[in-house]
């Protein structure tokens, strides 16, 4: 279920005109560098933290431009129909969920996408709570990898219980509570709601060890201080701004922060501080926040690490198949997969159609000694692992912790 926005443009010995011109959009969001990326026959325009990306397709002599909008909201539906008619290109087909695109009315675009929150509202109303309790919804899968608020609706600008999708199905004009970037302008309104979504979604609340994290701070520092510039009246997180400007070390900062607001408590916002679950293709776990993240390919094959001071989860999947190509049993390929291990235990997992099984072991890593706890989780021939690095020994306790949240969500018998 999303919103769409499809053309079609025809292209006529201009093609490298037209990746000038893409390559040429930067983000609107302040600190945030686009990530785009352009390929033989495709591109992608990666502008905003929140939004999925822009794809754009070359086939003959024309150019497929799609992009789904709703999770950013009507303002940037109608930033991105901007930016296509930039082109100067006529479209040879248009197809907008909205309307937009023909009809230039952008009331009525906020009117669409508020029917849009309606039906995300009677879809949640009633609906089973999912294991562990929490719901997620329009944030990016890579960016917050499902948070865990018991009770409630993890949504971009912060949780939602569902008195408020209650109210949604009952006639209330709630969107701009629930989307990023709910007017047209680009104004203290959207620059706060940017920063919001940075500081639910994307801080893990640590001194930042990588680029991306140290993006991460710089962008909402940067969203913060622009709303604060235009509007000083908003409700800002003035506990969270602090925070993170200790954490970015800006300290002539913090102190403006202090002067303009006061003393503040410790900061409460955001769902890295509690207990996220994330999700590597179909299998998912749970554990804390409040770790630095990376994605390596490792022989073409996605691997996931997590780590803090205490201890590094290294994330993998691993395919099994016979000599004639079947797949073989969970039962075989955990066994090929423990055939070098002298000693296992096994692990019951809530899902029963996973044969899984743990090891503990000394091993050697970045020239130390350390302990390693490994989970192996069977299914239909693929081996989902998660290897917990250590040095204290109290942390094969959280190790097993973790190990036990394992579920495959992509599974059917049939």
Known sequence: MAINLTLSFPVTGNRSQIESYFSGVHSPVPGWKEKNTFERDKFELELMPFTEPIEGSWLGNRLFVQVKTNFGGPGYHAYVVDMLDGLGIEPEVTSDDTGYYDKRDFAELQNQMGKYLEIIARSLIGSDIPQYGTRAMHIRADSIRYGAAKGSVDCPLGPLDM??????????????????????????????????????????????????????????????????????????????????????????????????????????????????????????????????????????????????????????????????????????????????????????????????????????????????????????????????QYQKPEIRAVAREIFSTVINVGYSKN
């Open 163 to 388: 008195d408020f999708f209650k109210r949604v199905t009952k006639g209330e004009r709630l969107g701009e509570q629930f989307y990023i970037w709910w007017h047209r302008e680009l104004d203290q309104r959207f620059y706060l709601s940017c920063a919001l979504y940075q500081i639910w979604c994307n801080v893990n609340w640590l001194h930042p060890e990588t680029d991306e994290e140290r993006e991460i701070l710089s962008s909402t520092l940067s969203c913060l201080a622009k709303a604060y510039e235009l509007d000083r009246s908003l409700n800002y997180p003035a506990a969270e701004w602090s925070e993170i400007a200790d954490l970015a070390n800006r300290k002539s900062l913090k102190l403006k922060i202090a002067k303009w607001f006061g003393e503040v408590g410790p900061g409460t916002l955001g769902y890295r501080r509690n207990l996220i679950i994330y999700r590597f293709s179909d299998w998912v776990f749970a554990h804390k926040g409040k770790m630095h993240f990376r994605m390596i390919k490792d022989d073409g094959y996605d691997v996931s690490f997590f780590w803090d001071e205490d201890y590094t989860i290294r994330v993998s999947l691993q395919k099994f198949f016979n000599s004639d190509g079947s797949v073989p049993s969970s039962e075989t390929a955990l066994g090929i997969k423990l055939s070098g291990s002298s000693k296992h235990e096994k692990v019951k997992l809530e899902d029963k159609n996973i044969l899984a099984a743990a090891t503990h072991e000394r091993v050697a890593a970045n020239g130390k000694n350390v302990w390693e706890s490994s989970l192996y989780a069977a299914l239909k021939g693929t081996m989902f692992m998660l290897n917990i």
